[in-house]
């Protein structure tokens, strides 16, 4: 299947220089799906609703400072195909060509749309994140913010301090309502008393709650339909409709992800914020995976997802980045995590601390089978 059908022509072009107040005019009286960013006739960038809707930047703020940059697609590309760029581009929107002519624009949700019917062979216990990013009730705002850029995120669960049990979530989206709706009320001039004060509200004041959630057993499908139906772009997994605690989470991004999952023997890596690798190449960081995996056998990597976030800090120029491998296998999933200035420094620190996981994960089935080989023993005497 390609995206032939999936592609639209019904997008805005602007150029580099275009005004924010403008282009949110044009966006406002002719709702495109997207909006195409030229310089000099030539492709520059994308910039999405939501980039142009959430954005707090002045209306004469040029557009070239809010696009981004996303991947040329084809407009017979295959879907697979374009699901991986979008998600390695970091993008919800991307630029369709019919050779070198502009056609139009394809968009992640529509991607979803036309292959929701056949997500239904795939559980969110498949493609769920496990190791979630949560804060309490009781949290300052301004410690919600820490973490959501720490680790490049887009929502946490809010959850009882005492109980553990989710109560609410909050978004990057409700904090820059949240800020937006104090700014208008407040007026312009010195505003640091005012933020400060925002900073230390605790996060059950601006949470949303009740939660949309899913349940591990439940089919993509399903719970693509659901985000569809709330407007939402992720769900929060809990073990049952029963239990209350967080399992994990899923967004359109992980079902866009596992729509890249292949059967071939070869493992299918895909690498999100692919810019930021510099000195690395693709090949070289499949070859890395491939090295620690081979030293468990036994284990088959269904999937391999590499995923690169700059932080502001630097060293000498150099950015400081942080690195997450996350391996989907027939052994369930493997992690590692790490931290250097530079992506490649970053890359090889979460490579250690997977083949220690990795390692790990076959001395704990290796004593499994010892002491199971001991049992059975014991048990012909």
Do not use: W
């Amino acid at each position: 299947m390609d995206i032939t059908d999936i592609a639209t022509p019904d997008f805005v072009e602007v150029d580099v220089d275009k005004r924010l107040g403008k282009i949110r005019a044009i966006f406002e009286r002719e709702n495109p799906r997207g909006i195409v960013v030229t310089e000099e006739g030539d492709y520059a960038g994308v910039i999405g609703e939501k980039q142009l809707v959430r954005s707090r930047m002045e209306d004469d703020t040029k557009a070239s400072v809010v696009m981004k940059s996303a991947p040329r697609v084809d407009r017979h590309e295959d879907v697979r195909e374009t699901a991986r760029m979008l998600v390695e581009g970091d993008v919800k929107v991307a630029p369709v060509f019919e050779g070198e002519k502009l056609y139009g624009v394809v968009a992640s949700d529509a991607i979803l749309e036309a292959v929701i019917d056949s997500l239904d062979a795939i559980s969110v216990e498949d493609i769920l994140t496990e190791d979630v990013v949560s804060v309490g009730e009781k949290s300052h705002v301004g410690g919600a913010i820490n973490k959501l850029r720490e680790h490049g995120i887009s929502r946490l669960p809010v959850v009882d301090e005492d109980s553990g049990k989710l109560t609410g979530i909050v978004t990057t989206h409700d904090l820059v309502e949240f800020v937006v709706r104090d700014d208008s009320r407040q007026g312009r001039g010195d505003r640091r008393g005012d933020l400060d004060r925002m900073l230390d509200l605790p996060v059950y004041d601006l949470m949303s709650s009740p939660v949309v959630t899913a349940t591990p057993a439940e089919t993509v499908d399903t719970a693509v339909q659901r985000m569809f139906d709330n407007d939402i772009s992720g769900l929060v997994v809990t073990p049952d409709e029963n239990d209350e605690r967080v399992r994990g989470i899923v967004t359109k991004t992980d079902v866009l992800r596992a729509l890249t999952f292949t059967e071939e023997e070869s493992m299918d890596v895909q690498i999100t914020n692919v810019s930021l690798l510099e000195t690395l190449s693709r090949e070289e960081v499949v070859e890395s995976i491939t090295s620690v995996v081979d030293k468990y056998q036994q284990m088959q990597v269904l999937h391999a997802h590499v995923r690169f976030h700059q932080h502001k800090e630097k060293l000498r120029g150099t950015p400081l980045i942080q690195c997450q491998i996350r391996l989907r296998t027939s052994h369930g999933q493997i992690a590692g995590s790490g931290e250097g200035y530079g992506s490649e420094h970053a890359f090889h620190v979460a490579l250690d601390k997977l083949e220690r996981n990795v390692l790990e994960l076959k001395g704990l089935n290796a004593d499994e089978k010892y002491r199971g080989q001991l049992i059975r023993k014991l048990g012909e005497l």
